[in-house]
């Protein structure tokens, strides 16, 4: 953290830095209400008092980042240590305080002492294959073999269909567990249940007040839930599976199951788990943090072949972040269940052999430039239809021949894009004509409650989700009706979460503290994603020695500042939006202030200093 005399800015009380920087919490960050993307510039979070821990030295002020970075994303002063090194001992609830989960452990424990035949039913991305994963490799390590059964995504569509578990049943298996599916499938439920199989169901998506018949349902998104369990809904079903995986092993101990043999090192799913918490968007606060940082450990070991293969198919050498779980390994995992077959995520994952898992992992890759090329093509013609829907409070897409298996990712750039919720939907995906649709919320939108209320008013044949994604299935006729239902449902948190819609800043350095070490001490504070978010810097004031576009739509800048100090600056996929034109076409020598992610650039001889920028603000 050296090369500039005053580096770093905070939004404290006292009189420490740069007393202009010290602007309260209704204030614009440097006077910056209207920036190049359109937002005012803000603490994320306010006035905070750090004066107390000032002074201390270089280690202090280490010390005093990480606690701001803390505290601005909720946490209490007095529970502080317990989120500055997140473990599963500090986070993990016991598994009993969720509803149905002894009675689920108990039936899977009885399947492993009975040696009963059991399938995992699992989704097809990338949620659905790691809690699969999961369970399969659980139950191997306490010596049952299980089946697997991942539907094909355009064939059979998301959740379990009755049709598929009564011939799972047909096929010998006493028990089925559905894992990132099942919640609300009623119908298929029923019918296992008419075919005398037991199904579990471990999900995490939205119920409905009524649920579905099932031997237990694990789900702390049930509406029946007490306090405890319904403040881990957060969790990803990798997560909720990883509860049953730990509820599991307790009750076989309690049995006696191990005293002849050795119990499965829980610790070693992690790897999993952080990979499905990572790539379902699942908010990274509380025990999800926990699980991925510790994850994020057991990753590092490349103990799982088919991980391993995972990651040296992604070209990381070294140990993966959070970033490459959802930017690397997540989408290639994904490309199977969406343009490829959708069982090659479960076989990679739970591989014994290494050129096995090798294959597959090339396979994987493969299938992902595939699935980018259809997305690209998708995405185009989607994006054509948005001028016309400005007045709408959710973004409706919806194209002949699209394919099913990229809506998701093109509604995620259509949200990105609009700053609303978005749905993008493959018309005639079946045999009758009907659309499957996928959505993308913002913060502040429940779209996933949305999706089910409209379900429930007749205006989809099929649908469901959480807050921020949803999945459905409708009549092309009813297409105009569900936009004008969701605007009279959504308009107003849609208008109130595009108002609170801010650049968000954690802290301000002068060019020359932009350096490596900082950057390893804003890691500290991590692992970030969905609901902690990673710290946002803003540095300046810079000019703009050189500004190019590079790759298909990304702008790189070479700035420098006052102070000496002289980085680069990259903003991906927007060199023909407002921010990047301007900024290729800044006047020669005007000033800056830049905010945006520092990260290493490791490409060189040693390690640099980037910024991957949010957004930009011209000084006068």
């Given at each position: 953290m050296r090369g500039s005399t005053k580096p770093f800015h905070f939004p404290?009380?006292?009189?420490?830095?740069?007393?202009?920087?010290?602007?309260?919490?209704?204030?614009?960050?440097?006077?910056?209400?209207?920036?190049?993307?359109?937002?005012?510039?803000?603490?994320?979070?306010?006035?905070?008092?750090?004066?107390?821990?000032?002074?201390?030295?270089?280690?202090?002020?280490?010390?005093?980042?990480?606690?701001?970075?803390?505290?601005?994303?909720?946490?209490?002063?007095?529970?502080?240590?317990?989120?500055?090194?997140?473990?599963?001992?500090?986070?993990?609830?016991?598994?009993?305080?969720?509803?149905?989960?002894?009675?689920?452990?108990?039936?899977?424990?009885?399947?492993?002492?009975?040696?009963?035949?059991?399938?995992?039913?699992?989704?097809?991305?990338?949620?659905?294959?790691?809690?699969?994963?999961?369970?399969?490799?659980?139950?191997?390590?306490?010596?049952?073999?299980?089946?697997?059964?991942?539907?094909?995504?355009?064939?059979?569509?998301?959740?379990?269909?009755?049709?598929?578990?009564?011939?799972?049943?047909?096929?010998?298996?006493?028990?089925?567990?559905?894992?990132?599916?099942?919640?609300?499938?009623?119908?298929?439920?029923?019918?296992?249940?008419?075919?005398?199989?037991?199904?579990?169901?471990?999900?995490?998506?939205?119920?409905?007040?009524?649920?579905?018949?099932?031997?237990?349902?694990?789900?702390?998104?049930?509406?029946?839930?007490?306090?405890?369990?319904?403040?881990?809904?957060?969790?990803?079903?990798?997560?909720?599976?990883?509860?049953?995986?730990?509820?599991?092993?307790?009750?076989?101990?309690?049995?006696?199951?191990?005293?002849?043999?050795?119990?499965?090192?829980?610790?070693?799913?992690?790897?999993?788990?952080?990979?499905?918490?990572?790539?379902?968007?699942?908010?990274?606060?509380?025990?999800?943090?926990?699980?991925?940082?510790?994850?994020?450990?057991?990753?590092?070991?490349?103990?799982?072949?088919?991980?391993?293969?995972?990651?040296?198919?992604?070209?990381?050498?070294?140990?993966?972040?959070?970033?490459?779980?959802?930017?690397?390994?997540?989408?290639?995992?994904?490309?199977?269940?969406?343009?490829?077959?959708?069982?090659?995520?479960?076989?990679?994952?739970?591989?014994?052999?290494?050129?096995?898992?090798?294959?597959?992992?090339?396979?994987?890759?493969?299938?992902?430039?595939?699935?980018?090329?259809?997305?690209?093509?998708?995405?185009?013609?989607a994006e054509a239809q948005i001028e016309r829907q400005h007045n709408r409070a959710v973004i409706i897409c919806a194209g002949e021949g699209w394919h099913p298996g990229v809506i998701g990712i093109v509604a995620g750039r259509i949200k990105e894009k609009t700053g609303k919720p978005a749905l993008v939907i493959a018309l005639g995906a079946d045999d009758a004509g009907n659309g499957k649709g996928s959505g993308r919320s913002i913060s502040g939108v429940d779209l996933g409650a949305a999706i089910i209320a409209a379900r429930e008013a007749g205006l989809l044949q099929a649908g469901g989700g959480h807050a921020m994604a949803c999945g459905l299935t409708i009549a092309p006729d009813k297409l105009d009706a569900l936009s004008d239902w969701l605007d009279d449902r959504l308009a107003a948190d849609v208008s109130l979460a595009s108002a609170n819609r801010h650049m968000l800043l954690d802290l301000a350095l002068a060019p020359g503290g932009l350096v490596p070490s900082l950057i390893e001490t804003l890691e500290s504070a991590g692992p970030y994603g969905m609901g902690w978010p990673g710290p946002r810097v803003a540095v300046g004031p810079v000019r703009i020695v050189k500004a190019d576009v590079v790759g298909a739509d990304h702008l790189r800048l070479i700035v420098s500042g006052p102070d000496g100090g002289r980085f680069k600056a990259m903003a991906f996929r927007s060199a023909e939006t407002d921010m990047g034109q301007a900024l290729l076409h800044a006047t020669h020598g005007r000033k800056l202030w830049l905010a945006g992610r520092a990260k290493i650039d490791d490409w060189g001889s040693r390690p640099a200093a980037e910024l991957h920028l949010d957004d930009a603000a011209f000084c006068d």
């Amino acid at each position: 953290m050296r090369g500039s005399t005053k580096p770093f800015h905070f939004p404290s009380k006292d009189g420490w830095g740069n007393a202009s920087l010290m602007e309260s919490r209704s204030a614009c960050v440097f006077g910056i209400d209207r920036s190049l993307t359109g937002k005012a510039w803000r603490w994320r979070g306010g006035n905070m008092d750090l004066s107390d821990s000032f002074g201390r030295g270089p280690a202090g002020l280490e010390d005093d980042i990480v606690t701001q970075l803390l505290l601005s994303r909720g946490v209490a002063r007095e529970d502080l240590e317990r989120h500055r090194n997140p473990s599963l001992r500090a986070f993990l609830p016991d598994p009993s305080a969720f509803r149905d989960m002894d009675a689920a452990a108990e039936r899977l424990a009885q399947a492993v002492m009975t040696n009963e035949t059991t399938t995992v039913y699992g989704d097809y991305d990338v949620d659905g294959a790691t809690s699969a994963a999961l369970l399969i490799l659980l139950l191997r390590a306490l010596g049952h073999q299980a089946r697997y059964y991942i539907p094909d995504r355009l064939l059979e569509g998301y959740g379990p269909s009755g049709e598929a578990l009564v011939k799972i049943a047909g096929e010998g298996s006493s028990l089925i567990v559905t894992v990132d599916c099942g919640a609300m499938a009623h119908e298929a439920l029923d019918m296992a249940h008419e075919a005398g199989v037991d199904v579990i169901v471990v999900d995490h998506h939205k119920c409905s007040p009524v649920l579905p018949r099932a031997t237990a349902l694990v789900n702390p998104n049930r509406l029946d839930e007490d306090d405890l369990a319904a403040s881990h809904g957060h969790l990803a079903a990798v997560g909720v599976a990883f509860l049953l995986a730990v509820a599991t092993v307790r009750t076989l101990r309690k049995r006696g199951y191990f005293e002849s043999r050795r119990e499965p090192d829980l610790f070693a799913l992690l790897d999993l788990v952080a990979l499905g918490t990572v790539a379902d968007v699942a908010a990274l606060h509380g025990l999800n943090r926990a699980l991925v940082a510790q994850g994020l450990k057991v990753m590092a070991k490349r103990d799982n072949i088919g991980m391993s293969a995972l990651i040296d198919a992604s070209r990381l050498g070294r140990a993966p972040t959070c970033s490459d779980l959802g930017f690397a390994l997540g989408p290639r995992i994904n490309a199977g269940g969406r343009v490829g077959e959708s069982t090659l995520g479960v076989r990679l994952l739970t591989s014994t052999d290494v050129d096995e898992a090798r294959d597959i992992a090339a396979q994987l890759s493969r299938l992902n430039d595939e699935r980018r090329s259809i997305e690209q093509a998708v995405q185009e013609m989607a994006e054509a239809q948005i001028e016309r829907q400005h007045n709408r409070a959710v973004i409706i897409c919806a194209g002949e021949g699209w394919h099913p298996g990229v809506i998701g990712i093109v509604a995620g750039r259509i949200k990105e894009k609009t700053g609303k919720p978005a749905l993008v939907i493959a018309l005639g995906a079946d045999d009758a004509g009907n659309g499957k649709g996928s959505g993308r919320s913002i913060s502040g939108v429940d779209l996933g409650a949305a999706i089910i209320a409209a379900r429930e008013a007749g205006l989809l044949q099929a649908g469901g989700g959480h807050a921020m994604a949803c999945g459905l299935t409708i009549a092309p006729d009813k297409l105009d009706a569900l936009s004008d239902w969701l605007d009279d449902r959504l308009a107003a948190d849609v208008s109130l979460a595009s108002a609170n819609r801010h650049m968000l800043l954690d802290l301000a350095l002068a060019p020359g503290g932009l350096v490596p070490s900082l950057i390893e001490t804003l890691e500290s504070a991590g692992p970030y994603g969905m609901g902690w978010p990673g710290p946002r810097v803003a540095v300046g004031p810079v000019r703009i020695v050189k500004a190019d576009v590079v790759g298909a739509d990304h702008l790189r800048l070479i700035v420098s500042g006052p102070d000496g100090g002289r980085f680069k600056a990259m903003a991906f996929r927007s060199a023909e939006t407002d921010m990047g034109q301007a900024l290729l076409h800044a006047t020669h020598g005007r000033k800056l202030w830049l905010a945006g992610r520092a990260k290493i650039d490791d490409w060189g001889s040693r390690p640099a200093a980037e910024l991957h920028l949010d957004d930009a603000a011209f000084c006068d």
